[in-house]
């Protein structure tokens, strides 16, 4: 399916302003001379301004981050943005090869531009071009939102329980904002900082998750949903929690608590905020862009869903509907911007920008600058230090693997004796680019979890198949309201074949120990290591001890992508392999 024109027209726009034609930015970031007056460049419409980041995963500095090489759609979403990755995404969207666009949303020749434009992200620059968008459109007609994953990711996330992720909300005056991993420090802690339904917590922004109940009364545990004026038009924000997670992290830690998607609730809660006088009605979602896409086709009245979850970033909004989809990608490396313009109380247009946090083209807010630097002082020393060299790019996303994931696959069979390693597919989690130092820093934030041990047990290759049969089907299941999970889970020792298409039981074929060529006997116990269980009973060091005393030994690291997890599709021009 090709662009409409207005997305191409909206891509077009981004492209002449970030490009200048003939790649000025590109050229312009080599010399250092980009400013932030270059990516906030945007013709202000309507009445109201919508602000959304997403999935930042505590990153508060600058950082490198790839985007997958390999996002594969299955049923209605086969071959639909966002599951087009690399020379396939720049070409559905028009953005050229080489550009600042193309480095930002695809992982096609990351290194060598990576090296050109620098690093993404970072707070202080988050916060400048909020203030220069307040300051330029006015306060009171722009709205910020967060969509979850905030408060995990990285070390001072992990010591301060959330703490530092606290402030940084409260500094950039965050509006609203909803969660996933926050339920991974606790129910008491999530009550901390976020409150609950009627109480406020250390958080200023509004907690909303309306398909979060209580087990017991089956009551909400959090507001809803809450409306704010803004230039004189009324915006009910509706906040969607992740629905299953419960399922894919530990049920131990939020015992008390039901999650799901809720559909009949989210119904209510629009109709609910129409008759209290609603103009607009936005869904801050955590549900995953699949599942947003399928609620705005069943759920009438929502004007704009806000996705987050599986960390897409796309230059355009999607359109179901009367509905606009915007997904601003993850890790603090995009800021969108939305634009309402409203007639007869209803929207009646819009313009949209995904701004890319090119850190280098960005001037740093001094107070966040200085927050940030308190948040790390106690803690920079150790961060800094080198545990290893990388002679190879270290990255993760992507729905089979990544070349981190591999690395620490490999540490859990060294470091454990295993003849099998399972590590989560978790989609947050910094590169490191060739030729770089690899920092404590690097290894917490693709380990920073509160459930870090890395067990050793005996599976039997039956459990072993049911294992990856599961995974496969919470990832590739064609009903989006069944895809539970995150990418699929990486393994080490092992190969197989994953038939994409088939039904659960049958997607995974030729499961084979990698060492010996044998194929995987179903009565057979092997030696399995892995991490990130969710079982509360699991016993084992943390994983970032593990994989530091692998890198300590290993010194030098050298990994090139893996080719032990081929992926096969039915009636598709040619098999997608990571």
Known sequence: MGLSRREFLEVAAAAAVLLGGEGRLRQAAARQSLTEADLLKFEDKGQVTILHFTDCHAQLVPHYFREPSVNLGVGEARGLPPHLT????????????????AYALSSEDFSALARTYGKIGGFDRIARLIKAIRERRGADKVLLLE??????????????KGGDMARVLNELAVDATTGHWEFTLGEKRVTELFGSRGKAGQVKAAFLAGNVVDDEWQEPVFDASRTFTRNGVRIAVIGQAFPFTAVA????????????????????????????????????????????????????GIDVILTAHTHDAMPAPQKVGKTLLIASGSSGKFLSRLDLELNGGKVADYSYSLIP?????????????????????????????????????????GNFGGTWDDLICNAMLAERDAEIALSPGFRWGGSVLPDSDITWEDVFNVTAITYPKCYRITMTGARLKETLEDVADNLFHPDPYYQQGGDMVRAGGIAFTLKVDERIGRRIDGLRLTRTGA?????????????????????????????AAHLGRRKVIEIGPSSNITASRQNAHQPAKP
Do not use: C
């Open 147 to 160: 969509g979850g994953d905030a408060f995990q990711g990285s070390y001072t996330s992990l010591v301060s």
């Open 86 to 101: 690399g020379k396939d995404l720049l070409t559905h969207f028009g953005i050229e090869p080489g550009t600042a666009l």
């Open 249 to 300: 992290n530990p049920r131990w830690m939020v015992p008390k608590w039901s999650f799901g998607i809720r559909e009949q609730a989210v119904r209510a809660s629009v109709a609910r905020a129409r008759k209290q006088g609603a103009e607009v009605v936005v869904l801050l979602s955590h549900n995953g862009f699949d599942v947003d896409r399928k609620l705005a086709a069943r759920v009438p």
């Open 357 to 397: 946090i090119l850190s280098d083209a960005i001037t740093p807010d001094p107070g966040m600058e200085k927050l940030v630097a308190e948040i790390r002082a106690p803690h920079e020393a150790k961060l800094k230090t080198a545990v290893a060299h990388a002679n190879s790019l270290l990255y993760r996303r």
């Open 519 to 547: 194929p995987i006997e179903p009565g057979r116990s092997y030696v399995v290591a892995g991490w990130g269980s969710v079982s509360e009973t699991v016993e084992g060091p943390p994983i970032w001890d593990l994989i």
